[in-house]
């Protein structure tokens, strides 16, 4: 089979189209054709070695799949071949065939594409895990999301309208706001040139900012963080600036507001159970023409590497897909 993988971290230069023994399933796992691969930006920090863990080599990126059952595995039941699957695998996705545990798979619904089910399995599930489980976000309050216009910004964009809040967008240019607020955002501020926290307050007068939803961290942690209301919530999903901000714990005090981490690929470990029904709420949603998830593009097996470029360079909105059977 087709596979794209690293054998050393060297970033995108690093990745090579190889052939690779096709895999079996064992017991309790199931064996998958992969149809599509969905892309994030923590693929790209994981060519260089700058994410959570280092990923055993040799390393394909792609965390979460869709695709079709080629074989179960001894002792798998209420799955079939032929069956259409997703599943979240953490990596190794850029490839023909996959194999992994039976208890991964949620079954995708019909009018459900392969491409919008690999695309969500991450950022709508880290939103949705973010906003039900974490923020207990209600219909009415406010949500500001930091990185409005990437993959995982504007899954939250969607998901926070979808749940009844008022959802403002923030981004660094006006065709990235024009972006989010074509999936739902009711505002937008361009940090680069507004005053973030006193425009986020202004927006938010009285009380500020109810939920705020970080996945870029950087110079606007800070700033975010001021505006929020009494007993906000500031909801940590991860870094894409590079820069890991320092806050100043005082201003946790003074607004009796919360800082809670958002770490969905534990959750997802921790609590497989919960994880799938989210899954499959988000699939419903879809089925149900309730939930859009935009596809920036598609991309053939052997252009992997021009795909995680984009993610890299902040050229994609919405989400990047790879199609190893093209």
């Given amino acids: 089979m087709r596979v794209v993988q690293f054998n050393e971290f060297g970033g995108m230069g690093a990745l090579r189209l190889e052939d690779a023994a096709a895999p079996s399933p064992g017991a309790g796992e199931i064996l998958i054709r992969v149809m599509a691969v969905g892309l994030n930006f923590f693929d790209t920090l994981m060519l260089r070695d700058k994410y959570q863990f280092s990923p055993k080599l040799p390393f394909s990126p792609g965390g979460e799949i869709a695709g079709v059952i080629e074989a179960l595995g001894e002792g798998v039941t209420g799955l079939e071949v032929g069956q259409r699957v997703a599943a979240f695998i953490g990596g190794n996705g850029c490839r023909e065939l996959v194999v992994t545990d039976a208890t991964n798979a949620v079954p995708i619904p019909d009018g459900v594409s392969d491409e919008a089910a690999a695309g969500i399995i991450i950022t709508h599930g880290t939103a949705l895990h973010a906003f039900k489980d974490r923020a207990d976000l209600k219909a009415g309050e406010s949500v500001a999301v930091l990185g409005a216009a990437g993959g995982a910004g504007v899954a939250a964009v969607e998901l926070a309208k979808l749940m009844g809040a008022r959802v403002i967008a923030v981004a660094s240019s006006e065709e990235k706001l024009a972006f989010a607020k074509s999936h739902g955002a009711d505002e937008g501020i361009d940090y680069n040139e507004a005053d973030l926290k006193q425009t986020l307050k202004d927006l938010t007068k009285p ?49 009796g507001c919360e800082i809670v981490g958002v770490f969905w690929t534990s959750f997802a470990a921790r609590e497989p159970d919960k994880h799938r029904a989210n899954t499959a709420q988000l699939f419903a949603w879809v089925r149900d023409g309730k939930l859009k998830p935009h596809i920036h593009a598609t991309f053939p097996l052997e252009e992997t590497a021009k795909a995680l470029s984009l993610i890299e360079d902040r050229k994609v909105t919405g989400k990047v897909i790879v199609n190893p059977q093209s």
Avoid: H, M
């Fill in 207 to 255: 009380n500020g900012v109810d939920v705020v939803y970080d996945c870029v961290g950087g110079d606007a942690a800070e700033p975010s963080l001021r505006a929020t209301a009494w007993e906000g919530r500031y909801l940590v999903i991860g870094f894409a600036s590079g820069k890991i901000p320092r806050i100043p714990l005082n201003l946790v005090l003074l607004k």
